[in-house]
């Protein structure tokens, strides 16, 4: 399948709302259809606010109601910051998130890709409460012929990250990616053993971690906005990954992710294989949400 076809596949919860409302053919939209696309796009996790300002602004042509709310919400997704890639020495990555968003698969898809680049890769398994999850991730680190560095089970989460970043520089690795385990965004304790997780990669490497990515379960609709806020302010968040984008999410909780917190989406997941990770493209996904014909995406 195609990489519009597997988003449209992926976000058919919200798609069919859109498609039974959303004209196929040009034609005169009454204020009534307007408000009809509002509601869809706030029952899309949309919100309220920036439902109504993308109506407002798809108004503006409205000869093409699909096609101009598509340009309205690549307005409100796209967030154009590159990453910070070192020129010298490994990149390091620090991957966060609350359990059950899909995080230990995503770091073994994420290994996969940059050994498929030719990079040299390194994981740190600091998810040390949970053996299965070590477990886990050890299978991924195997399948992608990339290395692990584990310790016993509850270890110093903090002692990993160290130990794996400083592998990562004496043996020349070009990729370290920092585990951590599970958190949920309300626990201080464990927020603040996340944040010692960060300080000790700092210390270990100036410049470290260069990119610091949380992982969002896009059903998880609201509560996504609480998670996102609290890790932001802990790990220092520069990137989003939003997993299970297969049928369950609604997928407009993506547009106030982005406008609120003006955090880049890097990745979205619609499945479990490792073609199911790909790059956020923001015409793609404004144009698989809202059912434009795929000879219309321009970005294909």
């Known amino acids: 399948m195609s990489l519009f076809s597997r988003l449209s596949a992926g976000l058919k919860r919200s798609r069919e709302s859109f498609s039974a409302i959303l004209p196929k053919s040009k034609k005169v939209m009454t204020e009534a259809d307007w408000q009809d696309i509002e509601d869809a796009l706030v029952m899309a996790d949309c919100g309220a606010h920036l439902a109504a300002e993308m109506v407002e602004l798809a108004k503006r042509d409205s000869r093409d109601p699909r096609g101009s709310l598509a340009r309205a919400m690549r307005s409100r997704l796209r967030c154009d910051k590159p990453m910070n890639v070192p020129q010298s020495g490994p990149f390091v990555l620090l991957v966060v998130g609350v359990n ?13 890709m940059y050994r498929q680049q030719g990079k040299k890769v390194l994981i740190g398994a600091g998810d040390t409460f949970r053996a299965a999850a070590v477990e886990q991730l050890e299978v991924w680190v195997n399948r992608a012929g990339a290395d692990i560095v584990k310790q016993q089970t509850g270890a110093d989460p903090a002692s990993v990250a160290f130990d794996t970043v400083q592998r990562g520089i004496s043996r020349g690795y070009d990729v370290v990616i920092v585990d951590t385990a599970g958190r949920v965004q309300t626990d201080k304790g464990l927020m603040d053993e996340l944040g010692k997780v960060r300080r000790v990669i700092a210390k270990s490497l100036e410049g470290a971690p260069h990119e610091v ?17 609290k890790f932001r302010d802990t ?13 369950t999410a609604k997928g407009g909780i993506l547009v106030q992710l982005v406008e609120r917190f003006m955090l880049p989406i890097r990745y979205v997941g619609v499945g479990e294989t490792l073609e199911d990770l790909m790059e956020f493209d923001a015409e793609n996904f404004s144009n698989s949400l809202l059912s434009m014909p795929e000879e219309e995406n321009g970005a294909l």
């Not at 059950?100 to 996969?112: E, H, M, R, V």
């Open 213 to 229: 990515w949380h992982v969002v379960d896009g059903g998880t609709g609201q509560n996504a906005l609480a998670q996102v806020d």
């Open 100 to 112: 059950g968003t899909g995080k230990t698969t995503t770091i073994g898809k994420l290994a996969t």
């Open 235 to 247: 790990a220092g968040t520069t990137g989003l990954i939003v997993t299970k984008l297969d049928g």
